[in-house]
């Protein structure tokens, strides 16, 4: 994909070409993720079951395998989708001007980066917390008997929930930049953050206690407050970028009225009474 106005442009079959080769990309570092993953499955079950602190089990003849495979798919996918998210910038960068093709990449880079912060405020504080929590709740006549395949689900759902929830300030970046607005008139919305919070806590918490759902709310309505930072960087970086632009042409415009204060003025030609003395003027 090629544009700007020194690099040629592609047709639609190259076009294509150049995606299926990215796809190609894609598709590779997954199947080398997945095999990767096969390779590491048991130190990679050792770290996932770790909150858990429990032994766990399967139920038919296939549940172990079944768990290896799922371990081993999720590993690929999460090498996977660095790369895709690096091949689709670079499909998308010559879209833009010279000096702004790094930004897609800049958009990958802080995205993966929140997305690891999600995923390790949900491993170190929020799971373990989450999972006492629902040990506890039952008492002690009802001990657990944990399905790996069952857990598994639960800790994808809850590392996914919190990577995705920590893209609210590149998702308020991107509405500002589409349609700018005011970061007073965005700290006026608080109680509904707060409220929209708890309740999206409570859709994406795969469970119904209000003590994880505080967990999951609680950086909801901090990352809003990183967003409204955010915003408003975004806008005076673009006032400042806008001043010097919008001066030139009021430059331009006030340039002739300055020259023509500056240029000497034409000294008045003399009229024929002011040469002529008075005392002749009343002898004609």
């Known amino acids: 994909m090629q544009g700007g106005s020194s690099a040629p442009r592609q047709s639609f079959a190259e076009h294509m070409q150049e995606l299926r080769q990215r796809l190609t990309y894609v598709l590779l ?3 080398a993720g997945s095999v990767a993953g096969y390779l590491l499955h048991k130190p990679l079950l050792h770290i996932l079951a770790a909150p858990l602190n429990q032994q ?3 139920t038919s003849p296939l549940g172990g395998f079944n768990a290896l495979i799922k371990i081993s798919v999720l590993f690929g996918v999460v090498l996977a989708v660095p790369v895709a998210m690096y091949q689709l910038a670079k499909f998308l960068a010559p879209a833009f001007r010279t000096p702004d093709r790094l930004r897609p990449l800049l958009f990958v880079l802080a995205s993966l980066l ?3 912060a999600g995923i390790a405020t949900a491993y170190f504080i929020s799971l373990p917390a989450a999972l006492h929590f629902l040990s506890q709740v039952s008492g002690s006549e009802i001990k657990p008997f944990i399905v790996v395949n069952d857990y598994l689900n ?3 759902a809850y590392l996914v929930g919190f990577a995705l929830l920590f893209q609210v300030p590149l998702v308020m ?4 930049r589409i349609k700018p607005q005011r970061p007073r008139k965005l700290m006026s919305y608080q109680r509904w953050v707060i409220l929209t ?3 999206l806590a409570a859709i994406l918490t795969p469970t119904p206690d209000p003590f994880n759902q505080t967990l999951m709310a609680a950086p909801m309505i901090v990352l809003y407050q990183v967003g409204v930072l955010a915003v408003w960087v975004q806008n005076r970086r673009q006032r400042k970028h806008s001043r010097p632009a919008e001066a030139a042409p009021m ?3 006030e340039a002739p009225a300055v020259a023509r204060a500056s ?16 005392h002749a003027v009343r002898q004609l």
């Open 154 to 156: 639960f800790v994808l």
């Open 56 to 58: 766990l089990y399967y």
């Open 114 to 116: 929140l997305a690891i």
């Open 173 to 176: 970046l991107f509405i500002n």
């Open 29 to 31: 570092a997954l199947v």
């Open 251 to 253: 430059a331009a415009e």
């Open 197 to 199: 919070s708890f309740v």
């Open 263 to 278: 240029a000497p003025r034409p000294r008045p030609q003399p009229r024929y009474f002011d040469i002529i003395p008075p």
